[in-house]
């Protein structure tokens, strides 16, 4: 009987053992089948250049809950030990500005307004997964700002814009350089003198374009390298430079070499990805747009994004030129903005300058069935995420507040103000003063942690890809930086806050690819974002893989999330080559802090053709 007990005893422990045996061979089948599954990505062990028509495409789909659980019991998935790296060709690819997408998706967009140049992001199942590589020669750029007129060709071995803009002034070659004389198309003498005289024809005092700090936030729409901006820099005005990636393609990516504050982007059929009242000045220096096409929807966009009282500077032949077309155009412009109750307050040679409204009285004034029509009061203005444009006049509502400059302090005083506008989201200025002062004592830290690493100047392009109020940018104010405050689109709503004190910053999805070009950052600060994407559903590697395909070599990463995020992210940093230089903390709480946060600090090597350069 004993003897027969225990063979009963044996086979139901060989039984627990081979069930036991099933249930772990049927996790790692469903790890291995996740992975190699269509639409996901798979790494080899070594690196490789990647050939053919397309990158590798795909994206990490790992179940999650299967993650969290081996995370919870201790036990890790392998990750990457390299990561493959893109082809040669791929070196400036913007993933959701890529032409040939277009082509390979047989997508239609309308030419006629612009729609190919403006965002298409590939599908999860052709998202490439691999590092995007410097071009050869690569260099670590040209410090600020001396930057400003100069950068390395082989960063960016372009050089058309030099032999088609000569005449102009905008970009020389000089041996191993490009140089930029701070010329333009319309500015050939050098923008400095062309902003002495918009200053002149407002007979602002002074000659000062930001009249005392009221000028602050300019957009420069077609800004060509965006010397225009570069120089409104000396004036203690920041300007958004935009340009899409079209026939002059590079122009924005020599503007963020120089360290000038700019980005990608198209008056098309989308609203600009800004909210409404957000800038004192819009310009146009031969910006070859057709204002007047679609019932004039661009110019009421301009008029959507500019303050009470905000100005136009144009200059292009139409304000002019006497010739039959160009007087054509410039009636039909002229009768346009009439309409829509701007005012001319200025006119000297090739420029013309306009004024907004500062209230609704004019608008109220016309005769029934003036076009454009006023919006339906149900529009929100400040909706700009993938947002059409809409050809109808903004008015001003009872909450806004209809002073010039929507009765914002002068520069530097509104950077730390209180911006009325908060009341429109619900914060109050005493959560404010204290956001304000939670990212002062952060940013301190930070620069500690850095300290032994960071040099003079090395820092010029930063994107804070959780900008909430502004207070990690704000916190920047006494070094010679310029931040892209990126705010997600669930808080969108307080892009508004970073404008009101003026800052710029635009409104970004992290489940795509952001509009710029590689290695265009020297810091990237991420604030919860891994978290933010993980709830979403969307993948984490894609999002590391998207950081480091922005940031340029020897530049940092400063990463603050949960600690389980810390501990997954730590495993892809060799994989990356951002290991560079590394550092982590437990930062003290403060009323930001949500749950137990870890903040990792990382370099991102110089690497060329596979190989790293130490």
Not at 8 to 37: E, K, M
Not at 148 to 170: G, Y
Not at 576 to 585: C, K, N, Q, T, Y
Request: hydrophobic share 35%; net charge neutral.
């Amino acid at each position: 009987m004993k003897q027969k007990n225990e063979q009963i005893h044996t086979t139901r422990l060989l039984t627990y053992l081979l069930i036991g045996l099933i249930g772990v061979l049927g996790l790692v089948c469903l790890y291995y089948g996740s992975s190699v599954a269509p639409g996901s990505r798979r790494y080899d062990d070594t690196d490789s250049r990647l050939d053919g028509s397309d990158p590798v495409f795909g994206g990490f789909s790992r179940n999650r809950d299967l993650v969290d659980l081996l995370d919870e019991q201790g036990y890790y998935l392998e990750v990457p030990k390299s990561i493959p790296i893109c082809d040669m060709k791929y070196s400036e690819l913007i993933p959701c500005l890529d032409r040939n997408l277009i082509y390979q998706l047989k997508l239609k967009p309308n030419l006629t307004v612009m729609e190919h140049y403006e965002r298409h992001c590939p599908p999860p199942e052709r998202r490439y997964n691999c590092l995007i590589p410097p071009p050869k020669g690569y260099k670590i750029p040209i410090r600020w700002p001396a930057s400003r007129d100069e950068v390395w060709k082989a960063n960016i071995p372009h050089t058309h814009l030099a032999e088609e803009k000569s005449d102009q002034h905008w970009m020389v070659v000089d041996g191993e350089k490009i140089k930029f004389p701070g010329g333009g198309t319309h500015f050939h003498y050098g923008a400095d003198k062309y902003i002495v005289g918009l200053a002149q024809m407002l007979k602002f005092p002074g000659d000062k374009l930001n009249n005392g700090g009221h000028i602050r936030n300019v957009l420069d729409v077609g800004c060509g390298v965006a010397s225009f901006g570069a120089y409104l820099l000396h004036h203690d005005i920041i300007a958004m430079s935009l340009a899409p990636n079209d026939v002059h393609e590079n122009q924005i990516q020599f503007a963020l070499e120089r360290g000038i504050p700019s980005t990608l982007g198209v008056l098309g059929t989308k609203r600009l990805p800004y909210p409404s009242r957000s800038f004192e000045l819009a310009h146009c220096s031969r910006c070859r747009i057709d204002w007047l096409q679609r019932d004039g929807i661009l110019l009421l966009e301009l008029d959507r994004l500019l303050r009470p009282g905000g100005y136009f500077a144009y200059s292009s032949p139409e304000a002019y030129e006497q010739d039959p077309e160009n007087r054509k155009i410039w009636n039909a412009m002229y009768s346009l903005l009439k309409r829509m109750c701007w005012k001319v307050v200025a006119k000297r040679g090739q420029t013309v300058m306009w004024s907004k409204p500062l209230s609704n009285s004019c608008y109220l004034k016309r005769d029934p069935g003036t076009l454009p029509p006023l919006c339906n009061s149900s529009d929100d203005q400040d909706a700009s995420w993938n947002v059409s444009m809409k050809a109808c006049i903004t008015p001003y509502s009872a909450r806004v507040h209809k002073e010039r400059w929507s009765g914002l302090l002068p520069w530097p005083q509104r950077l730390t103000a209180a911006p009325p506008r908060l009341e429109e989201i619900g914060v109050s200025s005493e959560e404010f003063h204290e956001d304000t002062k939670i990212w002062h004592f952060r940013v301190i830290e930070y620069w500690k942690q850095m300290k032994s690493v960071i040099q003079k100047n090395s820092i010029r392009n930063v994107m804070d890809m959780n900008s909430n109020l502004g207070g990690f940018a704000t916190a920047l104010k006494d070094k010679d930086v310029w931040v892209m405050n990126v705010a997600s689109v669930k808080m969108s709503a307080r892009l508004k806050i970073i404008y009101d004190r003026g800052l710029i910053g635009t409104v970004h999805d992290w489940c795509e690819a952001f509009s710029t070009y590689p290695r265009t950052y020297d810091l990237l600060h991420a604030w919860a974002v891994f978290s933010e994407i993980k709830e979403r559903g969307c993948s984490p590697e894609d999002f590391l893989i998207e950081m480091d395909r922005i940031l340029r070599p020897d530049g940092f990463v400063i990463i603050r999330d949960k600690h389980s995020v810390i501990n997954y992210i730590q495993k892809f940093i060799t994989a990356l080559r951002w290991d560079g230089w590394l550092s982590e903390v437990e930062p003290r709480t403060d009323a930001l802090t949500g749950g137990e946060e870890r903040v990792l600090i990382a370099r991102k090597k110089l690497w060329t053709d596979g190989f790293m350069t130490i």
